[in-house]
């Protein structure tokens, strides 16, 4: 199968095309190169051929001969769409609408985008299915609501979309990002000697590890169409709905004399309890490799080897709010976020 790869150069996106390789799939990589600062250690064995090119100027062109898409670049969190959330919705909403649609029109046949488990927001009592009321919290969040509803309708006999719902990533990456909730505690740990909560810990967070995503979408191409047809699933394992603190102590067990203390309940009102039965009894051969605990080794090991240090721990190539600042702050992007030369 020819996949075309949206944001191979992000976080994820680097650990999916190798993966995709290894599967035997023929492998195209789309990545407007923001983050080509961030790499963290070597840890890839293979990478794709890749367009250096903003989504938003695909043409049906670059999509000739593909069988499936895999679109996961996007600006990729909470912060970042705060920044510019005029932005975010053209980029997020509007561009991968259209990114389906010139998908559709050249005859691609399956299309798998990243959506998110944050689109479930604030909700309480039950653990929430794929079939439970959304309710977003952000632009971003917004976003993937607004490409579900809209990409949905094009599904028909010849083009079939699927909705991957992902928990909140973790876990070691070449395009690492320590942004994001288990990475963030682990390089506060290793650099600091002490993890200082904030908050109370009690808001809970469904997680899963980037190479299980890359496991959904391996699983999703190779699936029955029937499988998979304009279905949403939730990605991760109803066992790793954790609260934050249970995240801080994973933490904690494995980089050990680190101090950890919690503050007054405040702060990210998100919180939220994810049912993954779906993927499990539906998608065929997924299954959770990893879990918080694991994830926290494999940071300690490549911590432990690379000598991570405060300035590489803290710098712009590892937030994706502190790299797209320099790159509008020394004018290398515009306020649209092209490049400018």
């Known amino acids: 199968m020819k996949v075309l790869v949206?944001?191979?150069?992000?976080?994820l996106g680097c650990l999916l095309a190798p993966?995709?390789?290894?599967d035997?799939?023929?492998?195209?990589g789309v990545d407007t190169g923001y983050y080509k600062y961030g790499w963290l250690y070597r840890g890839t064995d293979r990478v794709p051929y890749t367009l250096d090119k903003d989504l938003r100027n695909l043409t049906v062109e670059d999509f000739a001969g593909v069988d499936a898409v895999v679109h996961m670049a996007e600006l990729s969190n909470d912060p970042l769409g705060?920044?510019?959330p005029d932005v975010t919705y053209k980029v997020n909403h509007q561009g991968s609408v259209r990114l389906a649609k010139l998908a559709k029109e050249a005859g691609v046949q399956r299309f798998v985008y990243m959506s998110s488990c944050s689109v479930y927001g604030v909700a309480t009592g039950e653990d929430v299915t794929e079939a439970s009321p959304v309710n977003p919290q952000t632009p971003y969040a917004e976003c993937k609501v607004y490409v579900e509803r809209d990409v949905a309708p094009l599904a028909d006999d010849t083009f079939s979309p699927t909705f991957l719902r992902n928990a909140t990533a973790y876990g070691a990456s070449p395009r690492m990002r320590f942004d994001i909730v288990l990475n963030n505690l682990a390089g506060v740990a290793w650099t600091s000697g002490e993890i200082a909560m904030t908050s109370d810990g009690t808001p809970w967070r469904p997680l899963v590890h980037g190479l299980d995503i890359a496991k959904a979408i391996r699983c999703v191409l190779a699936a029955p169409?029937?499988?998979?047809h304009n279905q949403i699933f939730n990605v991760g394992d109803s066992e790793q709905n954790y609260q934050v603190k249970e995240i801080a102590d994973a933490v904690a067990t494995v980089f050990t004399g680190c101090r950890l203390s919690f503050g007054d309940n405040?702060?990210?009102?998100r919180s939220y309890r994810v049912s993954f039965d779906k993927?499990?009894?539906q998608l065929p051969g997924f299954a959770c490799d990893w879990d918080a605990h694991r994830g926290a080794k494999q940071l300690h090991e490549v911590f432990s080897r690379i000598q991570l240090d405060d300035e590489i721990f803290t710098g712009r190539g590892?937030?994706?709010l502190k790299q797209l600042q320099y790159l509008i702050g020394t004018g290398q992007v515009d306020a649209e976020l092209f490049w400018t030369a």
């Open 318 to 320: 590892h937030t994706r």
């Open 225 to 228: 169409r029937d499988a998979i």
């Open 82 to 84: 705060a920044l510019a």
């Open 19 to 22: 993966e995709l390789l290894r």
């Open 279 to 281: 993927i499990a009894t």
């Open 266 to 269: 405040g702060g990210d009102n």
């Open 24 to 28: 035997g799939h023929e492998v195209v």
């Open 6 to 11: 949206t944001g191979t150069e992000g976080y």
